[in-house]
């Protein structure tokens, strides 16, 4: 069996509880091979208090929580009994197993927040070449200075204008020479 996303629905302004209570639960009936992230989605938004310029977080789907996990009797009935959760989306009732997010919805929703979900293919190394093949520098070559395999980001240093300019770019935006 395959691991898939999951929306799981919480009682408004529980998402870090259920986050933080699932979490518990997972580790203490053993169940990490079974259940393995939890994302409450947000994204940053800049707010002004009191002419203060800040960073917040916002969470995108207020009462809901992503689940990642691998879709058995047990792992089901982990997370539809942990505290504060109401229930799966796309669950028909009576028992029925929920429906799993797509892969491009979760990419879009992961993405949003700065995270990647999809592996690529990363096999580049520090000093080597390689070419922008999109955006406003697609066709410029530059040096790699970086990798953040986390993120699925490279930092490139380009030529500019007689200068040398670092950019950060995803693994799809740059290619080998």
């Known amino acids: 069996m395959e691991k898939n996303w ?11 509880k259920v986050k933080a209570n699932l979490e518990k639960r997972v580790e ?16 940053q938004e800049t707010d ?28 089901w009935y982990v997370v539809r009994n942990t505290p504060g959760v109401t229930g799966f989306i796309g669950s028909s009732g ?14 879009f929703i992961l993405k949003q927040m700065g995270m990647s979900e999809r592996k690529v293919e990363m096999d580049f190394e520090i000093g080597e070449l390689v070419e922008v093949l999109e955006g406003p520098f697609a066709h410029f070559q530059g ?21 040398e300019t670092n950019m950060e770019l995803d693994y799809e935006q740059v290619q080998k020479i």
């Open 6 to 16: 999951y929306v799981v629905h919480t009682y408004s302004g529980y998402e870090n």
């Open 143 to 163: 040096k790699v200075e970086a990798i953040d395999g986390s993120k699925g980001k490279i930092t490139v240093s380009v030529d500019m204008f007689g200068r």
């Open 48 to 75: 002004y208090k009191d002419g203060k310029k800040r960073t917040v977080m916002r969470k995108t789907f207020p009462g809901y929580v992503l689940v990642e996990l691998i879709m058995t009797d047990d792992a």
């Open 28 to 43: 203490t009936m053993g169940m990490q091979d079974k259940i393995f992230r939890v994302i409450i989605p947000e994204e």
């Open 94 to 107: 009576g028992g029925t197993k929920p429906t799993p997010l797509l892969p491009e919805e979760v990419d």
